[in-house]
């Protein structure tokens, strides 16, 4: 157990829908990273948030955002969902931005399956 | 951008030892990690290298020489759990963020 959480484990939903994944880091970590892994894509980074401000965007699409909330949990949400988007999605939390306490640690996931 | 190579498949026979090569090309490397991943959970952290040289870490060792672009993952006295899916990933600036960028993966399979 990383000490990340994610919620919820499994998400069905239908094409042109929205959903929210929630993330709340290991106690004491700053950073959270959201990524996706699909199939033919392997790991992809998203975007990473730090103390309540976005720090780096990866390959994230425009119908998709994030936010860090003051109690630093983060939310991951995605609208007009298409098929394509179907994956697991992994929400990571380390305790700084950069330098040595830099390892990310990853939660269980979130599979969300678009019909 | 960066380019991460390892290869997609490797076979292993228990208690052996094996070899996990990675090869990168990036500007602004910060960083080299490895993390194991079974199959529909989520990545584990391994091990970490920022200098050249070898990092030990139980059965498990990692290797970087930045010059080359190169690391390798060591896995000694294999066991069947270490079957998984082990990514090698580099951290490199972005910017002003420091942001890691994952290879695809390599699916080892140990065989009694």
């Known amino acids: 157990d990383s000490g990340v959480t994610q919620t919820p484990k499994h998400l069905i939903t239908a094409t042109g829908q929205r959903v929210t994944l929630r993330c709340s880091p290991r106690?004491?970590?700053?950073?959270v990273y959201w990524y996706q892994q699909s199939l033919d894509q392997g790991l992809q980074f998203l975007i990473q948030y730090y103390n309540g401000e976005e720090r780096a965007k990866g390959n994230i699409l425009e119908r998709f955002s994030a936010q860090q909330f003051p109690d630093l949990h983060s939310e991951l949400n995605l609208s007009s969902l298409e098929l394509g988007d179907s994956a697991l999605y992994f929400c990571?939390?380390?305790?700084?931005?950069?330098?040595?306490?830099?390892?990310?640690?990853f939660g269980p996931g979130t599979r969300l399956t678009v019909t | 951008g960066q380019n991460i190579d390892q290869p997609t498949e490797m076979t292993a026979t228990e208690g052996a030892i094996v070899q996990i090569n990675c090869t990168y090309q990036t500007s602004g490397f910060n960083g080299l990690f490895w993390y194991q991943q079974h199959a529909g959970e989520a990545p584990t952290f391994l091990s970490y290298n920022v200098l050249d040289g070898l990092e030990e870490k139980g059965r498990f060792s990692s290797f970087l020489s930045r010059s080359k672009g190169y690391s390798y993952l060591l896995l000694k006295e294999l066991q069947m759990k270490d079957s998984a899916s082990y990514l090698c990933?580099?951290?490199?600036?972005?910017?002003?963020?420091?942001?890691?960028?994952f290879g695809s993966g390599t699916q080892l399979t140990v065989l009694p």
């Open positions: 990933a580099v951290r490199a600036f972005s910017g002003s963020a420091r942001q890691l960028t």
């Open positions: 106690s004491g970590d700053l950073s």
């Open positions: 990571a939390s380390s305790r700084t931005s950069g330098g040595p306490n830099y390892e990310q640690y």
